[in-house]
RNA sequence: GGCCUCGUAGUUCAAUGGAUAGAAUAGAAGUUUCCUAAACUUUAGAUGCAAGUUCGAUUCUUGCCGAGGCUACCA
């Protein structure tokens, strides 16, 4: 169907006629820039087949493909290259047939199965800070690419609201609280809780200080401290249902979670499906007695439950502690299980989680496949770099966090502060105007982000603010305001485009890119890459831009190429519209 | 120690084994009586080191150097 396999399919048949050789596959790259040509193949790879001078070879392919196929216009060989140049004809034919499409790029009709996308997966003993941000914009954004790759997607979080450091917030505020609450101290839920865990962590060492003065080792110091003691007592308390306990474990959840819904929606980011590890931390263990039966674990004499993976190159794992409780595997291989029981169609996971459990989610992957479950052939570690510091890494406990909203925060006053310099705003209300700031700085900062591989880490300097200039978000968004100005003015009549019109070197360029827009969104689907995506744009509005300063679009008098042009831009427009909202960027009309 | 990631211009990022390694930023020099100058144009500057495989290596293999992580009957 697309030009390149037709092409293949000529190459295939003229290499058959010239030299009586069948081709298993023919290699495809965009021309350089520095070459004619719009398309190229690789001769080099045929070599194995044929015996030759490339040259020689791409020369005599090229004369059969400019015979035989109608949309080459001519050819030019250098070294082992065959360039090909496309008749105009063929790109504004493409134009005319994608040119009404709404959400071009995105596959339609979706494929049998979903794909769970599970990310953010917060403590709820403090507030998210820029590395759940990195988390959440990926994950996010994953679950949006794969939709529009043909995908039916759900996405998940499992919130870990029990446990030991939970517990540890809750026993800071019943001894130092004096019952504040979010609204007696106009703090924000989450950050209220983070507030006393952080001032747990406090005594905590204070009491360490005290023990090791005392003269008690270091290392059992930090085991016997009264107050470590009473918050793994509370824990005792929570597991055994404990009514205080348990009514200060939702009071203080409630009020991290209507922090984090202020930080979500801040963000942009949604669910479809919560899942709470209070619920889910007992699942998994019937089945690690299953498996043990099937002999896919074994027993040691202490009674723990064990899988020797030395076989595969790792070692041998804990599923069940020999007093027969769960640890954190076997809860993942329960709730792993319980999702495809809520939602049958589920052949697929992500998991987004950073890169320092490469190893769980490996063991944890195999474990799956050894239990038989088939789709855990089709699960997927969204495995990413930390967020480091100049000073290292983020620890909550010692408060040298980027905490979420102020980082968000701090990037709308930014844009505010240069868009009144600029000062383009006239007629705007203030409502619309904070809208937009808004809508700038989170588009610089979720760029900033995606844009990078996921799984490279990445240093955030807080000193530095981040770039709304260059190969940026704010760039991007520039570019798409400026078209929706032009569409303001110009009378943009939906009509078929001549197909004898003569091309603008820049024209045919953009053409060329907003063509590769649908395998960009395979391509990212593939890799789980929204940076591929950001490029994507990112070269799409550079040549957008590069057009728009050499050809006057309003300004041309010959009709035919107005409209082409107004057209033009108004798909350029849609499709990095388009792109964004898989990055989950807003665009402005404009800025 | 073992295992896993990552080392590309001063800095932040690109490059399915392909042509002269692309951008942005910071630096230098230009473009506004004309569709939004958050833009455009020009300029200088980089593959950690050493072997190997290949017609061809930033990419694959091995070793070394450097950064980070994992290696809990914690989650």
Partial sequence: MSLQNDLTQKVIEAVKQLYQVDLPTVEFQPTRKDFEGDLTVVVFPMLRY?????????????????????????????QG??????EERYYLNFFNSIKDEVDFGYVKTPSKGATMVEYSSPNTNKPLHLGHIRNNLLGYSVAEILKASGKKVYKAQIINDRGIHICKSMLAWQKFG???????????GDHLVGKYYVAFDKAYKEQIAKLVEDGTPKDKAEKEAPILL???EMLRKWEAGDAEVVSLWKMMNGWVYEGFDITYKNLGVDFDKLYYESDTYLLGRDVVKDGLERGVFFKKEDGSVWIDLTEDGLDEKIVLRSDGTAVYMTQDIGTAIQRVTD??????????????????????????????????????HLSYGMVDLPSGKMKSREGTVVDADDLIQNMEETAEAISKELGKLDGYSEEEKQKLYRTIGLGALKYYILK??????????????????????????????????????ADDVSTAIEVTIQLHEKEKELLKQIQLFPET??????????????????????????????????GETDGQKKNFRVQLSRKVGEVIQSAFRLLGIEVPERM
């Fill in 81 to 86: 290259f065959l360039n090909i140049v496309i």
């Fill in 230 to 232: 009473e918050a793994q």
């Fill in 452 to 489: 990078v591989d996921p799984k490279k880490r990445i240093l955030f300097n807080p000193e530095e603010s981040v770039d709304f200039q260059g190969n940026t978000g704010p760039f991007i968004q520039y570019t798409y305001a400026r078209i929706q100005s032009i569409l303001r003015k």
């Fill in 178 to 188: 004096e019952g504040e609450t979010p609204e007696s101290s106009g703090m924000k």
């Fill in 343 to 380: 939602f049958p169609d589920i052949n697929g996971m992500v998991y987004t989680v950073g890169n320092e459990q490469d190893y769980h989610f490996k063991v944890l992957f195999l474990i799956l496949k050894k239990l038989g479950y088939s789709w855990a052939e089709k699960l997927y």
């Fill in 50 to 78: 044929i015996k030759g001078n490339p040259v020689q070879i791409g020369t005599q392919i090229g004369e059969y493909l400019q015979e035989h196929v109608e949309e080459v216009a001519k050819c030019n060989v250098v």
């Fill in 521 to 554: 969104i395979q391509l990212a689907a593939e890799n789980y890459s929204p940076a591929l995506i950001a490029n994507y744009t990112y070269d799409l509005v550079k040549e957008f831009n590069s057009f728009y300063q050499q050809v006057s679009i309003l």
